[in-house]
Each structure stands twice: as C-alpha cells, then as structure tokens.
C-alpha cells in the first residue's frame, strides 16, 4: 500500500470527500498526506490535487506559489507522456520528439529523469471501468440523490447525497476530485460547459454548492474551472 500511488491517491479522495460517513468526517490533513506520498511515487492527479490545496490552503497552509509550481510540474508531466507516448508508437518521429523532450526535462527536474519520465502512460484502472460500465449498465443502482463521478475514466459513486462538487458554470456535471474535473475538461466538459442560469435560480442561489468565478474554494461543493488546470 505504502507503494502503491493508485491506492494512495484513491485513499485521499475518501479522506477529502468523507466517503461513507458525514461532511463532518472530511480529514483535510489526511487527503493532503496521501495527495503528498502518491505524488512522490509519481502520481499526476495527486500531484495536481496537492498543488489545488496548497494554493486554496486546503487542509495546509496556503502557499500561492507553491501550489503554482505543482500545478505547472504536474501539466509538464502530461505533455512529457504525450511525447513519450508519440515516441513509443511512432519511432519515425523520435528525433523531432527528443528536441521538445530536452526542453520539458529542464522544466520539469526534478520530477523527471534521464530515462525521460519517471511514470508511465496512464492507463483507465480495470476497476474504475468495471464501476462505470456496472452502474450504467443498470446492474448496479445508486440510491436517489446520489451521482456518479462524471468523469468517464472514474466510476467512482457518492456515498451520500452532494459528497462530489458541481462545475460551478453549467452545473449539469459533478465531479469525486480536482483530478478528475481537470481530465474530463480537457477530454469533453471543455465543449459542452455553459452557464445555466435556470440551474442557479432553481436552487435558491444554494443547492450543494454553486459558486462562481475563476477561482476554486475547495471548501464548497463546486468546481470552478481554471485555465491552468
């Protein structure tokens, strides 16, 4: 387990959320610790998470900057397996590819080594897809009130009703964590997110937590979407 960054990062998103208890149940310190560890195992979303905090002061102590610095290694890392990626399918383009590599290597030291990068291509979890397929599938029912994470790659289920945060814009997609709103608004969200006046006045200017703006307040139940993400 102590090894393992999938299940560390999984464990942190049940300690941010308070998955299978109440609100109250939310450990913040804990999220970020296993945010912290998987991070240095090489884990990208919780690399990304962990900057989310300390930018917001989320569970730790606000660093502005340093949160910025984690946020932009993390975007690093993700070109890096692009290219990477590039290189393994298409060994014709590896001279064009090494050029950009060599660049994105000086950015993103320490986090990436002489061997290019130090975590390989992500891959969908068999059991985030076996969650997604048996809950649309109808074999499995959630509970009224409850969502699924809207991530396509996820699976994940509330626990109780409005654990995940709303995209603050559109308010039609929830989300388990910063992760995974930032993958599904660069795969899709990115092209079907618009405002939805109707979604806010039907909830009273409440709801589980609908804010707006272009920052993200981790303390309520919404996602807002940032640029650098």
């Given at each position: 387990m102590?090894?393992?960054a999938?299940?560390?990062?999984s464990?942190?998103?049940?300690?941010f959320n308070?998955?299978g208890?109440t609100?109250?149940?939310?450990?913040?310190?804990?999220?970020?610790a296993l945010s912290?560890?998987?991070?240095?195992?090489?884990?990208?979303?919780?690399l990304?998470e962990?900057?989310?905090c300390?930018?917001?002061g989320?569970?730790v102590?606000q660093?502005?900057?340093?949160?910025r610095?984690?946020?932009v290694?993390?975007?690093v890392?993700?070109?890096l397996?692009?290219?990477?990626?590039?290189?393994?399918?298409?060994?014709?383009r590896?001279?064009s590819?090494?050029g950009?590599?060599?660049?994105?290597?000086?950015?993103a030291v320490?986090l990436v080594?002489e061997?290019?990068?130090t975590?390989?291509?992500?891959e969908?979890?068999?059991?985030?897809?076996?969650?997604?397929?048996?809950?649309?599938?109808g074999?499995?029912?959630?509970?009224?009130?409850l969502?699924?994470?809207?991530?396509?790659?996820?699976?994940?289920?509330?626990?109780r009703?409005?654990?995940f945060?709303?995209?603050?814009?559109?308010?039609?997609?929830?989300?388990c964590?910063?992760?995974?709103?930032?993958?599904?608004?660069?795969?899709r969200?990115?092209m079907e997110?618009?405002?939805?006046e109707?979604?806010?006045?039907?909830?009273?200017?409440?709801?589980?937590?609908?804010?707006?703006g272009?920052?993200?307040n981790?303390?309520?139940?919404a996602?807002v979407?940032?640029?650098?993400?």
């Amino acid at each position: 387990m102590k090894l393992h960054a999938p299940a560390l990062y999984s464990l942190a998103v049940i300690q941010f959320n308070g998955s299978g208890g109440t609100k109250q149940d939310k450990d913040l310190r804990a999220g970020v610790a296993l945010s912290a560890r998987a991070s240095l195992l090489g884990h990208i979303d919780a690399l990304r998470e962990l900057g989310h905090c300390l930018q917001d002061g989320y569970g730790v102590k606000q660093n502005v900057t340093e949160g910025r610095r984690l946020l932009v290694q993390a975007n690093v890392r993700e070109i890096l397996l692009v290219y990477r990626f590039l290189e393994l399918a298409s060994p014709s383009r590896a001279g064009s590819c090494e050029g950009i590599l060599g660049r994105l290597r000086n950015i993103a030291v320490p986090l990436v080594n002489e061997n290019r990068c130090t975590v390989k291509v992500p891959e969908v979890h068999p059991v985030n897809w076996f969650l997604r397929e048996w809950f649309e599938s109808g074999l499995g029912i959630l509970e009224d009130g409850l969502r699924l994470c809207a991530h396509i790659g996820c699976g994940r289920a509330e626990t109780r009703p409005h654990e995940f945060r709303r995209c603050s814009v559109c308010g039609k997609v929830n989300y388990c964590s910063r992760a995974c709103q930032a993958l599904d608004w660069k795969l899709r969200h990115k092209m079907e997110c618009s405002p939805m006046e109707w979604w806010l006045n039907e909830n009273g200017g409440g709801g589980d937590g609908f804010v707006g703006g272009g920052d993200v307040n981790m303390g309520d139940d919404a996602v807002v979407h940032n640029a650098a993400d």
